[in-house]
């Protein structure tokens, strides 16, 4: 593949002035009003104080970004810090900083393909992408990222952190425990918002014919990790500490299902030649402590959320009996019309779920966006039984909890199969 086929010429004269380099560092925004100027210093600092040796390069994603006040960011030269030199701190080698302009913000998976395209120009041995909006960026865990990569020959570095037991439950109730069932892919954070990679897996994951599909310019990360799993490189995970929330307007569930969800869907369907005949694992070592749980207070309201499921479930009923076997539909049916104190989502039922929705959006019974929107209530419903059953659960039994649901995913995998391989007749 030639990547000059899509680089500006602009970005093709900032990259031959850098020549070959070992770190690169691709900083993506989701939100084009964050500035990007205390992650520059961020990512210079790390360089500086880990990796002073080494020839490095940070490349910015712009598009045509605006400040606080609304106004656009310069980022040249002279608009961001030089350097970031700080006293005591010495770099013993240039630190490039290269932009790759866009006329408005560019996709994720468009800026991941550019990031991935400049580090196989560059020869970079190790990389990580990070987003401009993450809480989670200090100049420790970017060298986390970077290490395992450079150092110990790993191909993918996915981050852990620290959270409420309560924060991130898509990632716990369906992400985690499906990827890992139907893929054997390990790796807890399939959606990170930072990431590591070797040159290896960069030029891998760079010419493959993905680029056009929606789901990867809309949400490459989860893609990138189960190519990574599924492709025989070698896959890690790195603690990175407390897990803050990205900055910006947080998404409505609706469309944050229809991102990665919709996206996970997708991946099935394109690399079921690893997963529907075969029961292969991967592993990702963990490297620093596992994923920590906190058990403060939380402010969700249980009852709205039951509420929202109920009424979703009942107005999406024609919909959802296209979607669902006969027999968990019934039994969705049956558990709607149960008083909010005796409502519970039993795991087994809800892997069955998940797993009807996979099959009709492999077989398209209906449009596949309508299919994944379906699941919105249903998450709900999962959601609020959590949150009743774990009320008082310490973060260890929550922890054997996560297990136990991994295993009913793989217990129910010949399900998915057998779903998955049915004659089913589409409804137009």
Not at 120 to 136: K, P, Q
Not at 314 to 335: C, F, M, R, W, Y
Request: charged share 25%; with cysteine.
């Amino acid at each position: 593949m030639s990547e000059d086929t899509f680089l500006a010429d602009d970005l093709l004269r900032q990259l031959i002035s850098v020549g070959e380099v070992d770190l690169l560092v691709g900083v993506s925004s989701h939100n084009p009003a964050t500035p990007i100027h205390q992650a520059i210093q961020v990512i210079e600092q790390s360089f500086q104080q880990n990796f002073m040796r080494q020839r490095v390069v940070i490349v910015l994603m712009d598009g045509a970004s605006k400040d606080g006040d609304g106004t656009a960011i310069d980022q040249n030269e002279n608009a961001l810090p030089n350097n970031g030199r700080s006293p005591g701190i010495t770099s013993l080698r240039t630190i490039h900083r290269v932009t790759a302009n866009f006329l408005t913000e560019p996709l994720p998976g468009v800026a991941l393909r550019t990031i991935l395209a400049v580090a196989d120009l560059l020869r970079a041995r190790a990389c990580a992408v990070v987003t401009s909006s993450s809480t989670n960026l200090t100049t420790d865990s970017l060298a986390r990222l970077l290490l395992p990569a450079y150092r110990e020959k790993f191909d993918y570095v996915a981050p852990l952190y620290r959270r409420h037991k309560f924060q991130g439950l898509l990632i716990r109730n369906l992400l985690y425990p499906m990827s890992r069932a139907v893929f054997g892919c390990p790796i807890r954070e399939i959606y990170p918002s930072e990431w590591g990679f070797s040159a290896s897996l960069a030029a891998y994951c760079l010419n493959q014919n993905v680029w056009h599909e929606d789901s990867i310019r809309t949400r490459p990360e989860a893609w990138m990790a189960i190519s990574a799993a599924t492709s025989d490189y070698r896959c890690c995970q790195a603690y990175l500490g407390d897990k803050g929330a990205l900055t910006g307007p947080t998404p409505n569930i609706v469309d944050i299902l229809r991102q990665t969800v919709g996206s996970l869907f997708w991946c099935f369907e394109k690399d079921q030649d690893a997963w529907l005949d075969s029961d292969k694992t991967a592993s990702a070592p963990t490297l620093g402590p596992a994923q920590e749980l906190t058990s403060e207070p939380t402010d969700m309201d249980r009852h709205r959320i039951f509420e929202m499921f109920r009424s979703g479930v009942t107005n999406l009923e024609p919909v959802l009996g296209s979607i669902l076997d006969q027999e968990t539909h019934a039994e969705i049916k049956s558990i709607v019309e149960l008083e909010e104190g005796k409502f519970r989502f039993r795991p087994d039922l809800w892997v069955r779920t998940l797993y009807d929705f996979a099959a009709s959006y492999h077989h398209a019974v209906i449009n596949r966006d309508h299919i994944v929107q379906a699941l919105a209530p249903l998450y709900r419903g999962m959601t609020h039984s959590f949150l009743v059953e774990h009320a008082d659960s310490s973060p260890a039994e929550i922890e054997a909890a996560d297990e136990m649901l991994c295993s009913e995913f793989e217990l129910q995998k010949p399900y998915l199969r057998e779903r998955w391989k049915a004659k089913v007749e589409v409804k137009s």
